[in-house]
């Protein structure tokens, strides 16, 4: 439950990111290839 609320926010996350122009954070942990993973889709996805 913890990790796929973790997906949702890491999306959102990215896709403010992407809206604003904002470098990408990345968390240092195991879990947190799937969190850049996600980070990045939504950056992708919410570019104009």
Same mark, same amino acid.
């Given at each position: 439950?913890?990790?796929?609320?973790?997906?949702?926010?890491?999306?959102?996350?990215?896709?403010? %990111?992407?809206?604003? !122009?904002?470098? #990408?954070?990345? =968390?240092?942990?195991?879990?947190?290839?799937?969190?850049?993973? %996600?980070?990045?889709? !939504?950056?992708? #996805?919410?570019? =104009?």
């Amino acid at each position: 439950m913890k990790q796929g609320i973790a997906v949702v926010i890491a999306l959102a996350i990215g896709a403010i %990111c992407g809206r604003f !122009g904002i470098p #990408l954070p990345a =968390p240092p942990h195991w879990f947190g290839v799937v969190l850049i993973f %996600c980070i990045w889709l !939504g950056y992708v #996805l919410a570019k =104009p």
